[in-house]
């Protein structure tokens, strides 16, 4: 596995601690979901809209990357490889978005119109793509990214807990004070 080597690569360099993220649920991304938005409807999760098959995707690759780590914790005892689960960190706003204020998930804000807001031929920006009025009430941003505020409930669940194996807060104490930089509770 590539991600394997250059792990392993970055320790013989003098890294002590690495964060290797998972895979987010691609099965959600409007990009995806335009692409195959023919799909078979009993393809899509129910409750969230989004690909299962993607997501199954998704997950077995982040199974296979938790294995790699795991051998390579093995290798080099010495050196804190730390698992940042994406996937999962993401899903709780997948699984409950009003819970985290948003109204629109797999709709991106930004974009080329479509069921999904996203057309791979007119990007964000463009003259004739448009922009919603709340960005910060959407999940996607363009379809391909997430919101400054999808990325800041999943950097919380990262460093705070309880997406990183092991966990971060349990590591580091020098994340209590996310609070102070601009991450603070929602």
């Known amino acids: 596995m590539a991600i394997g080597v250059a792990i392993n690569e970055l320790i013989e360099l003098g890294a002590q601690t690495l964060i290797v993220p998972g895979n987010l649920p691609i099965g959600c991304s409007a990009s995806y979901l335009t692409i195959f938005k023919d799909s078979n409807k009993n393809e ?3 409750s969230t809209g989004c690909i299962n098959w993607l997501n ?12 790699e780590i795991h051998r390579l914790r093995e290798i080099h005892p010495h050196a804190n490889i730390i698992y940042a689960d994406y996937y999962n ?8 978005p009003q819970k985290f204020g948003f109204t629109s998930t797999i709709v991106a804000c930004c974009g080329g119109g479509g069921p999904y807001n996203y057309d791979l031929n007119i990007k964000c920006g463009s003259p004739s793509s448009n922009v919603c009025d709340n960005p910060s009430s959407y999940v996607s941003w363009d379809g391909v990214h997430l919101t400054e505020a999808a990325y800041k409930l999943i950097a919380k669940g990262l460093l705070q807990g309880p997406y990183t194996i092991p966990q971060m807060n349990g590591i580091c104490n020098s994340f209590d004070g996310l609070s102070n930089k601009g991450i603070s509770d929602q």
């Open 89 to 96: 960190a993401a899903m709780q706003i997948y699984k409950s």
């Open 44 to 46: 899509y999760d129910d």
């Open 56 to 67: 199954d995707f998704s997950e077995y690759h982040n199974q296979l990357l938790q294995q």
